[in-house]
């Protein structure tokens, strides 16, 4: 067995209980997040660049009082080493719109591991303008009109 198929059998168990946790989160599960982060995890993503578990799970506190129903779908994981990538969609509703139409963000999560198998950087990836920007009402109509010019 190579170290990168050693490494993947070590963290590929860490990847999946990662993604089962954010398939499955709710309000409650919260109170976890130390059993997937380190201490001083990094979470990056379109809005947010902090550091420490206080920090990150304000991100999902803040995301459960401003969306209705948020719910991750994790479609692929891959992993190399310490490092896994997971390919999500995140379906949800906002509180604030009237009429709530469902909603989906396609996006993918970078995630290193140390050697206890806690998540160290969790980094998204997902076009913020292209899958929320433009669907908001008013500043969706001046994005739509902004990619168009963009694209002339």
């Given at each position: 067995?190579t170290s990168?198929t050693t490494?993947?059998?070590?963290?590929?168990?860490?990847?999946?209980?990662v993604?089962?946790?954010?398939?499955?989160?709710?309000?409650?599960?919260?109170?976890?997040?130390?059993?997937?982060?380190g201490p001083?995890?990094?979470?990056k993503?379109?809005?947010?660049d902090?550091?420490?578990?206080?920090?990150?799970r304000?991100?999902?506190?803040?995301?459960?009082?401003?969306?209705?129903?948020?719910?991750?779908?994790?479609?692929?994981?891959?992993?190399q080493g310490?490092?896994?990538?997971?390919?999500?969609?995140?379906?949800?509703?906002?509180?604030t719109?009237?009429p709530?139409?469902?909603?989906?963000?396609?996006?993918?999560?970078?995630?290193?591991?140390?050697?206890?198998?806690?998540?160290?950087?969790?980094?998204?990836?997902?076009?913020?303008a292209?899958?929320?920007?433009?669907?908001?009402?008013?500043?969706?109509?001046?994005?739509?009109?902004?990619?168009?010019?963009?694209?002339?």
């Open positions: 067995m990168a490494s993947a059998a070590h963290f590929g168990p860490a990847a999946d209980r993604a089962a946790f954010f398939e499955a989160l709710q309000p409650v599960d919260l109170e976890r997040l130390a059993e997937l982060y001083e995890a990094r979470f993503d379109p809005f947010n902090v550091t420490g578990l206080p920090a990150i304000h991100i999902f506190e803040h995301m459960f009082v401003n969306l209705h129903e948020p719910r991750f779908v994790v479609t692929e994981r891959l992993v310490s490092q896994a990538v997971l390919v999500w969609e995140f379906h949800f509703r906002f509180k719109v009237r709530s139409e469902a909603q989906c963000i396609l996006g993918a999560s970078h995630l290193r591991f140390d050697e206890a198998g806690l998540v160290t950087l969790h980094r998204d990836y997902w076009d913020a292209e899958e929320l920007y433009e669907k908001l009402p008013v500043v969706g109509s001046v994005m739509r009109w902004l990619k168009r010019r963009a694209a002339q």
